[in-house]
């Protein structure tokens, strides 16, 4: 009797570096079936056609993150101590993934195949994770209170900006600890600050 395989995993891994290195038209089923060893047909078995092989790279991604954000958020810890652990999580995945991250940023400035019903409900899985921490966070007194979705999605613009431009030497711990110095302090001045919220109550 004869094992069916599921190729799936190695299907996703090795289309994730083609998309990543290639514009969306240049990447071919044929090279990712070549370099997976496998016929094409049985790409076809997992994916009808380029878009939904490319949209399940992309939600696989979102999955394993989600996944890692979850962890970290269950630890029990104070709500920054928690935030600083989930965008370490995020850090490591990326490190880990990077090809799966670079295929989402790439398409995501042509603002096309990445706008698709499922990967936006991913990304609110996403937000509303580090939203929740936010929230618990203001119910214990630690963070201010400011609209836990917004300020969750201004985390997430961060550190995406951190991974994209950030020093690739750091570590996901010390980016982590710099995102969040910068989210929760600023860069304002303890006295700017202080003179600045006089002015907002008067």
């Known amino acids: 009797m004869r094992i069916a395989v599921d190729h799936s995993p190695a299907i996703l891994k090795t289309a994730a570096r083609y998309f990543a290195r290639k514009p969306f ?9 070549d370099a997976c060893g496998i016929a094409k047909g049985t790409i076809y078995r997992h994916y009808p056609n380029k878009e939904a092989l490319f949209l399940a790279i992309t939600l696989d991604w979102m999955d394993r993150l989600a996944e890692q954000l979850h962890k970290a958020a269950r630890k029990p810890r104070g709500a920054v101590e928690r935030l600083e652990a989930m965008v370490a999580s ?34 609110e899985i996403l937000r509303d994770a580090f939203a929740g921490v936010i929230r618990e966070g203001q119910r214990a007194g630690e963070l201010r209170r400011f609209d836990p979705t917004v300020a969750a999605d201004l985390l ?16 996901p711990e010390a980016l982590a600890s710099r995102v969040l110095d910068a989210y929760l302090n600023g860069l ?14 008067a």
């Open 188 to 201: 304002a001045s303890r006295r700017r600050r202080t003179s600045h919220q006089g002015d907002a109550r």
């Open 156 to 171: 997430l613009g961060m550190i995406r900006s951190q991974l994209r431009f950030g020093d690739p030497k750091q570590s």
């Open 90 to 123: 995020v850090a490591e995945q990326y490190r880990k993934q990077r090809d799966f991250f670079e295929v989402m940023q790439r398409e995501e400035l042509n603002g096309g195949r990445s706008v698709h019903p499922e990967r936006m409900h991913k990304r």
């Open 25 to 33: 038209h240049e990447v071919h089923m044929d090279d990712v079936a």
